[in-house]
């Protein structure tokens, strides 16, 4: 195990060296009655986590703050602007890159970062190093969610759903209120007339939450961490064998 935080400086010299690094970013933000604040961040570390036992990685130190204002009316929740989320990512990759690493990849947890990641890898490659994005719940096909959770669960995912409180119930049970949940039947935002309308989630639930979690479980989540884990152990060893000129910005054509 290859963790960044546990190693001396003389240590990470060598750990790092042609080798990919991965680091977990989430937030502190709700997750409405019956799941902790750290989901997103803790998820994304555990998934990591993982991920490192089973390849030759470096897992780098949670950046545990996110981009979360639209949770803003719930107690507790923590919330980095776009712009310093995404330049905070940034300095870390250019970090990392002063010490020789090339590839990293950045395990997400938190939907409303998904964007602005999009934009630092952009902005990265052009300094000559591969940022890849990678939210955990994307790898994890739709047929696999309706088939752990059913039909009627699985209609609405997006924030402290099924989906979600079932990987909550399997990763770290001891912080879960699973008496607490209370089900939401609405998506995340409707639109009205096809316009967004709801901007704060407190717009649209009460809870903070949407969907089905008292239909959750723990061997839901099972199957569904180890898909997302993976997913993630692929890509790392995808990455690996790609040439770092393929993954960088592309001269001008002919």
């Known amino acids: 195990m290859t963790r960044l935080r546990e190693l001396t400086w003389p240590e990470a010299r060598t750990a790092l060296e042609h080798r990919v690094v991965i680091l977990p970013v989430g937030s502190v933000e709700q997750h409405g009655r019956h799941m902790p604040l750290a989901t997103d961040h803790i998820t994304a570390e555990l998934i990591a986590l993982r991920a490192e036992e089973r390849c030759d990685v470096v897992v780098a130190p949670t950046l545990p703050y996110g981009i979360s204002p639209h949770h803003r009316q719930f107690w507790g929740t923590i919330w980095l602007r776009s712009e310093v989320f995404r330049d905070v990512v940034v300095d870390v990759a250019r970090s990392l890159k002063s010490h020789g690493v090339q590839k990293l990849v950045v395990v997400n947890g938190h939907g409303g970062n998904t964007g602005t990641l999009a934009e630092a890898g952009s902005m990265i490659r052009q300094e000559g190093m591969a940022l890849l994005p990678f939210d955990w719940w994307r790898g994890v096909d739709d047929a696999l969610v309706r088939a752990v959770l059913g039909e009627a669960a699985a209609a609405i995912t997006g924030h402290a759903c099924a989906m979600e409180t079932s990987v909550g119930l399997h990763l770290f ?82």
Do not use: C, Y
Not at 188 to 205: I, K, L, N, S
Not at 216 to 230: D, F, R
């Open 173 to 254: 049970p001891e912080w879960m209120d699973q008496g607490a949940a209370v089900d939401v039947p609405t998506s995340w935002a409707p639109a009205v007339h096809g316009a967004q309308v709801h901007f704060d989630t407190v717009d649209f639930t009460p809870h903070g939450n949407i969907g089905f979690p008292t239909k959750a479980t723990a061997a839901a989540g099972a199957q569904l961490v180890e898909k997302a884990v993976t997913n993630l152990v692929d890509l790392v060893h995808w990455l690996e064998a790609k040439p770092l000129a393929e993954l960088l910005v592309r001269p001008h054509l002919e």
